[in-house]
């Protein structure tokens, strides 16, 4: 087992690894940039070494810092959390150069996965569903308008570094296949330094249903059933649930099946997630893999009794797992608590905490790194904390997490709070009846 891991981390995440990391007797080491002096990962962890101004790019991003930070306190293993380095080919191979356990993917998996149309074409060779469309990369617009032709509109054209919803364009019908064409491959260019795009017909009102799994360094991979993420906002996730509403378990099975067989293909090792699109006949599709840790793992862990940064860290030092897939006999849900003002578009709203109080009592979990007097910098992501609460139906849950909700005080800035608490009361996600269009049509007045 490790005797060290450096933590490439911030906020919730870095917080959430070092709890672990103390339970199993793992020493650890905080990396933190001048805007987080105060924050609670430096004081949690057993060492911390600042690493660069606030400007992401110079400290959670700069890769020779990190590593610099590695070497000089010993520590023998780097968890890199979700976002900045945890899908970053280049910082995993460098750590594998360093002799670091990089806790997560390696490079070539990460390229993989980076790169859309390779990933689903692994995939589809693989036997995992896909959404019809272009075999690969698209050479023309004549092709991409040929191959709509026989697949039907609308169809959407994406790019393949893409990934979150940048670099894509649907088209409802020919006349308007150039101007998108044109505005993807300009848009992901620029954006990616790769404007190639592959076409996929389009799929109307899906539903967001992603799978966890976790595979081992001996070929094993168990999946740990859904999270249902169709609550967004411009692709932001706002609320996660497990299990999903429309996950029958005849569903289930055969997403987690088809989780595994895509994980299996790649010989992955480690936590990742399953996206897949769910279509409003019940079929499912694969979208996307993330070769990382999730911010909506908890809800996972709390139906399944799962420490999964526990797992993460055991698989990545060589232990095998169970292979035992899971059923839900628990409901969770998560509700992403961010410094934004709901009734002004999400506009962020950093600055001083002046009171705080989380809610607690049964089946309420908080994962944050906020305290009362902390000042949230501007240079981050803008969620402070997570609200996961368990039971055992979706109403105890929403029931819950209205209370949760209540009890929580927040002062000198603005959060989503408001948003969620409308949102518990609301019918239509009270049906559990929604797809990931339905905040687009969410009243957001008088919050
Ligand atoms: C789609 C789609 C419909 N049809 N692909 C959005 C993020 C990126 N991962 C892929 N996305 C989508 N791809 C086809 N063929 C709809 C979306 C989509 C979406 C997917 C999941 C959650 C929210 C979304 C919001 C808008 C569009």
């Given at each position: 087992?490790?005797k060290?891991?450096?933590?490439a ?9 070092i709890?672990?990391c103390?339970?199993m ?20 962890a057993?060492e ?7 400007a ?7 890769i020779?810092?990190?590593?610099s ?5 010993n ?5 890199p959390?979700?976002g ?20 997560g ?12 149309a ?9 036997g995992?569903?896909?959404?019809p ?7 023309s ?28 364009r ?10 998108a ?10 954006a990616?330094?790769n404007?190639?795009?592959?076409l996929e017909?389009?799929?109307e009102e899906p ?27 411009r ?10 509403p ?44 993330n070769?990382?840790i ?10 399944t ?14 232990e ?6 899971y059923?839900?006999?628990?409901y ?7 410094a934004e ?12 905490i ?7 009592g ?11 007097g902390?000042?949230i ?10 609200i ?5 139906s ?6 819950r ?33 929604f797809?990931?269009k339905?905040?687009?049509s ?6």
């Amino acid at each position: 087992m490790f005797k060290k891991i450096l933590i490439a981390n911030r906020g919730e995440i870095a917080l959430r690894v070092i709890r672990t990391c103390r339970e199993m007797g793992i020493q650890t080491v905080a990396v933190y940039s001048t805007a987080d002096r105060e924050s609670l990962h430096v004081r949690f962890a057993d060492e911390a070494v600042c690493i660069g101004p606030p400007a992401s790019r110079q400290s959670y991003l700069n890769i020779p810092n990190i590593i610099s930070a590695a070497e000089i306190t010993n520590a023998d293993a780097i968890h890199p959390g979700y976002g900045f380095l945890s899908e970053n080919a280049e910082f995993s191979r460098i750590c594998a150069d360093y002799g670091i356990k990089f806790i997560g993917a390696t490079a070539e998996q990460i390229n993989f996965m980076g790169d859309k149309a390779t990933a689903k074409a692994t995939m589809r060779a693989a036997g995992v569903p896909v959404i019809p469309g272009s075999e690969g990369l698209l050479d023309s617009v004549e092709q991409g308008k040929e191959l709509a032709k026989g697949i039907g509109y609308p169809v959407i054209v994406k790019a393949t570094a893409g990934g979150g919803g940048r670099g894509m364009r649907i088209i409802k019908e020919e006349s308007e296949f150039q101007k998108a064409w044109d505005d993807a491959k300009m848009e992901s260019g620029a954006a990616f330094g790769n404007d190639g795009l592959y076409l996929e017909k389009f799929v109307e009102e899906p539903r967001h249903i992603e799978i966890q799994v976790v595979g081992d360094q001996y070929g094993k991979v168990c999946h740990l059933s859904e999270r249902d993420c169709s609550i967004q906002r411009r692709h932001q996730k706002l609320v996660e649930e497990t299990p999903s509403p429309v996950v029958t378990p005849e569903l289930r099975e055969r997403m987690g099946q088809a989780a595994i067989k895509g994980a299996s293909a790649i010989n992955y090792e480690g936590a990742g997630t399953i996206e897949f699109l769910v279509d409003k006949y019940g079929e499912f599709y694969f979208m996307e893999m993330n070769t990382r840790i999730q911010v909506e793992h908890p809800i996972t862990e709390e139906v399944t009794n799962f420490d999964l940064i526990k797992e993460q860290i055991k698989v990545a030092a060589g232990e095998p797992i169970s292979g035992q897939n899971y059923t839900p006999q628990r409901y969770a849900m998560e509700c992403r608590i961010n410094a934004e003002d709901p009734a002004n578009g999400f506009r962020p709203s950093p600055g001083k905490i002046t009171q705080l109080h989380f809610p607690g009592g049964h089946g309420v979990r908080i994962d944050s790194h906020v305290y009362a007097g902390y000042t949230i910098p501007p240079n981050y992501d803008s969620m402070i904390a997570k609200i996961i609460v368990s039971g055992q139906s979706r109403e105890e849950v929403m029931t819950r997490m209205k209370r949760a909700l209540q009890e929580c005080v927040i002062e000198g800035i603005k959060t989503t709070i408001p948003f969620h608490i409308r949102l518990m009361d609301d019918p239509g996600f009270k049906s559990g009846i929604f797809t990931t269009k339905y905040l687009e049509s969410f009243d957001f007045g008088g919050l």
